[in-house]
């Protein structure tokens, strides 16, 4: 009924709107998610890609790029055992704000700050949050300090929390630690060496584009030789993988100066590329402006889209993660692209919702998941820095959240008998 109900909804549109979503009806933010529980439920790779195409009435090339993630996503959904979790730590803070920023990252002087309270409560929560992992029987595979911009900390704050980690895991039993270095102009060689030196395997680093124009319009204090400096550093430091983020879309940005983008970042080689597809929301500075990104089709964007999908497949990279947002231009998604053997874990993990993620810091959401990934659970924390340092500001390490998460995993293992 929900697709028939959708078809038509779909058909009226385009007839009275003259455009046609290349996501069909579906407007969730995991299509792989959907396309996994059809093979699951035993259809083939073929048959799932004909039912997005003919039911969901998603565009051919989208049906197979869901269809395809969700074939690479299932050997690690098969894989991954009810016993193991991931770990999110958020660092909301970021050297300056983009434009089209709608995160709560804190970035003025003042709120700067407040880092070196925030790592103090961070540091306990992150100590306490392993104990209640053990507590539960649970197994850490992958750790992923996000942001707003992580190496925003300085040398020695990062340094406290990477020794902070490193004290409460054998970090070498690890299948994966990522840290998002997205800014280039927080990279320093000291950063990545002590980076290395506490077990991160995976670095991100997000030039967004590689045209000097469009990053100082978009609010980044970082040029194209910033980033190239940066991406050097992570090279010469021994972190085994790089991620790099393009946004296609970005205002101002033609489908010529993007594809320049894409073919100077597959040059550098790194192990994965994710391009995303540029999402405004109502809080960025960019729609105070007054700036008109919004097109329903978004003009060149879908050509740029299909011009970095088919340019890193052919440089042998594949697509292994894939979501969609709200308010992106044209109604495009964001992909994942890794050289054989490099897929981000916790991406997978975390989006398809494979396993339980415990998060801590401002703005974090533990997600628990079910042995049978039925159920889930979420625990919020804090969403801004000065409201998580608020010392009655609940966390997933504090008493309460402790025992939902007791209560959670019990019933979950008293339900699997
Ligand atoms: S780096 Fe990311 S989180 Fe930080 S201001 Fe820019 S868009 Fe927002």
């Given amino acids: 009924m929900k697709i028939v109900i959708g078809k038509c909804f779909f058909d009226a549109g385009e007839i009275l709107l003259q455009y046609r979503p290349v996501w069909g009806i579906l407007t969730g933010v995991r299509p792989a998610k959907l396309a996994m529980d059809y093979l699951n439920r035993g259809y083939d790779h073929e048959a799932v890609k004909a039912i ?117 895991i054998d970090v070498s039993t690890l299948a994966e630690f990522t840290l998002e270095a997205g800014r280039p102009d927080t990279i320093t060689n000291k950063k990545f060496e002590i980076a290395k030196k506490y077990g991160v395997t995976r670095v991100s680093i997000n030039p967004q584009t590689l045209n000097d124009e469009i990053l100082a319009s978009i609010g980044r204090r970082h040029t194209v030789e910033d980033f190239l400096r940066a991406y050097d550093i992570a090279r010469s430091s021994g972190i085994p993988h790089i991620n790099t983020d393009l946004i296609a879309g970005l205002p101002e940005e033609s489908f010529q100066s993007f594809s320049k983008s894409v073919d100077r970042i597959i040059d550098l080689h790194p192990d994965n590329i ?11 500075e960019i729609l105070r402006e007054g700036t008109d990104v919004y097109s329903r089709t978004g ?119």
Avoid: W
């Fill in 299 to 417: 003009g060149e964007t879908g050509k740029s889209v299909e011009y970095s999908h088919v340019s890193v497949a052919n440089a042998g990279y594949r697509p292994y993660y894939l979501y969609r947002q709200k308010n992106t231009v044209g109604n495009f998604e964001n992909v994942g692209f890794c050289l054989p053997g490099t897929e981000g874990l916790y991406n997978i993990l975390m989006m398809e919702e494979l396993h339980s993620v415990f998060a801590v810091g401002a703005g974090a959401v533990t997600k628990l998941v079910s042995a049978d990934r039925t159920k889930i659970d979420r625990i919020f924390s804090p969403k801004y820095p000065y409201e998580y340092l608020n010392a009655d500001a609940p966390t997933t390490a504090d008493e309460k959240s402790a025992e939902q998460i007791r209560r959670f995993f019990a019933e979950d293992l008293s339900a699997g008998k």
């Fill in 52 to 168: 997005l195409r003919e039911e969901m009435l998603v565009n051919p090339k989208k049906a197979t790029l869901a269809a395809d993630v969700a074939l690479f996503e299932k050997t690690l959904a098969d894989e991954t055992t009810p016993d193991t979790c991931s770990v999110y730590i958020s660092i909301p803070f970021c050297p300056t704000r983009c434009a089209y920023c709608s995160f709560v990252s804190y970035t003025s002087p003042k709120l700067l700050a407040l880092i070196p309270d925030y790592l103090v409560k961070l540091c306990r929560e992150i100590d306490e949050t392993f104990r209640i992992i053990r507590e539960n029987g649970k197994r850490v595979v992958t750790v992923y300090i996000g942001g707003g911009t992580p190496t925003t900390l300085n040398e020695t704050q990062l340094e406290i929390l990477l020794s902070t980690v490193a004290n409460n």
């Fill in 274 to 284: 994710t391009v995303h597809t540029f999402c405004v929301k109502k809080a960025a």
